[in-house]
């Protein structure tokens, strides 16, 4: 009679360390499209509506619900974009708007417009 083999639990020492190590690329990637999202989310569209809102969702979720459903609004790009700026927001080092210069008077900017 042959006994299944058990089920090998996830190593989340090594999963940590995996993570820890993507940890720059993953900066990266969220720095420059956040960088790319700013300009966007400055306009006066419907894409920049969505824009504007998400980043407003992560600077502050409970004053500023995001509807995650709205991302399907946007371009393939600024979608990336969007995915790569929570993936850098996922175990934050700092606040999002910190990573951009003069990100607080910008992001007050944005409370006028999608608040």
């Not at 809102?53 to 409970?62: D, M, Q, T, W």
């Not at 700026?85 to 944005?110: M, R």
């Amino acid at each position: 009679m042959n006994t299944p083999a058990p089920k090998q639990q996830p190593n989340w020492f090594l999963q940590l360390e995996k993570f820890e190590a993507n940890r720059p690329a993953v900066r990266k990637a969220g720095v420059e499209a956040l960088a790319r999202l700013v300009p966007v989310a400055q306009r006066d569209t419907g894409q920049s509506a969505v824009i504007g809102r998400f980043l407003l969702g992560l600077y502050n979720g409970r004053d500023y619900p995001f509807v995650l459903t709205s991302l399907r609004g946007l371009d393939t790009a600024l979608f990336d974009d969007c995915l790569a700026v929570l993936q850098l927001d996922y175990s934050p080092e700092q606040e999002v708007h910190t990573y951009i210069p003069d990100g607080d008077a910008i992001w007050e900017q944005l409370i006028g417009s999608w608040a």
